[in-house]
């Protein structure tokens, strides 16, 4: 009898390992391939040269904002905000869309170009873009320079720092469509 016991209780355990072995393993479906977060993400301190120019555009997985640099920017963030505010003076920058982030480049901007003047200005049509409702001046003060994005969700991004064209460089926060591929469950 106990050892008829022990023969079942190894043909159990030898079945129950098949089981466990050839399952699939459960794993996240990203989407486009994107395995990104919506945590902050940044370099601390300070940078030289000045913000040149903002703009964006539409990819297949995601939108993208540019902050063009003319110097190496070794300072900045981006980060999930209740409210952006203004450089400064600290006054809320409204911002359309379901989340904001926001973004800044530690570096100054010439005050006199029109360009960035006017907190709260938009400094991008997002007319078509399935992500961004808004890309907002929020002013630059003491080498501090910030934009408001406002985008449909909390969605997942990622930024990083590309060097140029030339001695500058861009600050690229690309922000997904969704969070993983239409149809999974698991993510």
């Known amino acids: 009898m106990r050892r008829r016991l022990l023969a079942l209780l190894s043909v159990l355990s030898l079945l129950l390992?098949?089981?466990?072995?050839?399952?699939?393993?459960?794993?996240?479906?990203?989407?486009?391939?994107?395995?990104?977060?919506?945590?902050?993400?940044?370099?601390?301190?300070?940078?030289?040269?000045?913000?040149?120019?903002?703009?964006?555009?539409?990819?297949?997985?995601?939108?993208?904002?540019?902050?063009?640099?003319?110097?190496?920017?070794?300072?900045w963030s981006v980060r999930y905000v209740d409210q952006v505010t203004a450089d400064g003076s600290g006054a809320v920058v409204p911002v359309r869309g379901g989340a904001r982030l926001e973004v800044i480049a530690r570096v100054n901007v010439v005050p006199t170009d029109a360009f960035f003047v006017g907190v709260g200005t938009d400094l991008v049509s997002t007319a078509g873009y399935r992500t961004f409702r808004q890309v907002a001046w929020a002013g630059s003060f003491e080498g501090v320079s910030t934009v408001g994005?406002?985008?449909?969700?909390?969605?997942?991004?990622?930024?990083?720092?590309?060097?140029?064209?030339?001695?500058?460089?861009?600050?690229?926060?690309?922000?997904?469509?969704?969070w993983c591929a239409t149809g999974h469950t698991d993510c």
């Open 149 to 178: 994005l406002g985008v449909r969700a909390r969605l997942p991004f990622r930024a990083f720092v590309l060097p140029g064209p030339g001695a500058g460089s861009r600050l690229v926060v690309d922000v997904g469509h969704q």
């Open 17 to 75: 390992g098949a089981a466990v072995l050839t399952a699939p393993a459960a794993s996240a479906h990203p989407y486009c391939g994107q395995v990104w977060g919506s945590l902050a993400r940044g370099v601390p301190g300070m940078s030289a040269g000045q913000l040149t120019d903002v703009r964006a555009g539409r990819h297949d997985c995601y939108d993208r904002l540019v902050l063009d640099v003319d110097r190496p920017l070794t300072a």
